[in-house]
T-cell receptor, first 113, second 114 residues
Framework: EADIYQTPRYLVIGTGKKITLECSQT?????MYWYQQDPGMELHLIHY???????EKGDLSSESTVSRIRTEHFPLTLESARPSHTSQYLC????????????FGEGSRLTVL | AQSVTQPDIHITVSEGASLELRCNYS??????LFWYVQSPGQGLQLLLK??????LVQGIKGFEAEFKRSQSSFNLRKPSVHWSDAAEYFC????????????FGQGTTLQVKP
């Protein structure tokens, strides 16, 4: 059973607010990822990290930023939310061994009014 | 460019009927292949994966998938669908380098009729 947690699950916020989506995993995984998923669409990688102090931008450009100060924690921040940021954000992790599968959190659904 | 195509956006089957969800990929080498399922409001759960060896892989919940290199396909099958299988299904490919980055298809929404 994967242990990766995202908060909040649902967030409705006004334009211009700063938001942070939290993601924590208790598996000791080095690699962590943020995917963005619009309704009925595929998942797009927006950020990833290979370990502490390592962050990279993904395949889909995003105005969000991430940090990785601790192995278990990979928060995503939007400094000034806009309606175009409305989406579901999924956090995932994987270990260094294994065959490449990702373990996903339950997602954070963000609505910006 | 690497890509994953799931040709069927929506599929409706009757409970007890068989199911096949199609997945085609474009990749420069033999990738890792995955099928994930997503219930409404939930994250993704791994159904099965192909890494190497036997091209017919068994997964959870009675699902199986067959890797066909010649067709660049990795179709998901289930012999008898249950109402609880209604969900969205995603095919994904990953590089064999240790990056862990996956490319996902657009997803297939499965509806099950009673």
């Amino acid at each position: 059973e994967a242990d990766i947690y995202q908060t909040p699950r649902y967030l409705v916020i006004g334009t211009g607010k700063k938001i942070t989506l939290e993601c924590s995993q208790t598996m000791g995984h080095d690699k962590m990822y943020w995917y963005q998923q619009d309704p009925g669409m595929e998942l797009h990688l927006i950020h990833y990290s290979y370990g502490v102090n390592s962050t990279e931008k993904g395949d889909l450009s995003s105005e969000s930023t991430v940090s990785r100060i601790r192995t278990e924690h990979f928060p995503l921040t939007l400094e000034s939310a806009r309606p175009s940021h409305t989406s579901q954000y999924l956090c995932a992790s994987r270990g260094t061994s294994g065959t490449g599968e990702l373990f996903f959190g339950e997602g954070s659904r963000l609505t910006v009014l | 460019a690497q890509s994953v195509t799931q040709p069927d956006i929506h599929i409706t089957v009757s409970e007890g009927a068989s199911l096949e969800l199609r997945c085609n990929y474009s990749y420069g080498a033999t990738p890792y292949l995955f099928w994930y399922v997503q219930s409404p409001g939930q994250g993704l759960q791994l159904l099965l994966k192909y890494f190497s060896g036997d091209t017919l892989v068994q997964g959870i919940k009675g699902f199986e998938a067959e890797f066909k290199r010649s067709q660049s396909s990795f179709n998901l099958r289930k012999p008898s669908v249950h109402w609880s299988d209604a969900a969205e299904y995603f095919c994904a490919v990953g590089a064999r380098e240790n990056t862990g980055k996956l490319i996902f298809g657009q997803g297939t929404t499965l509806q099950v009729k009673p």
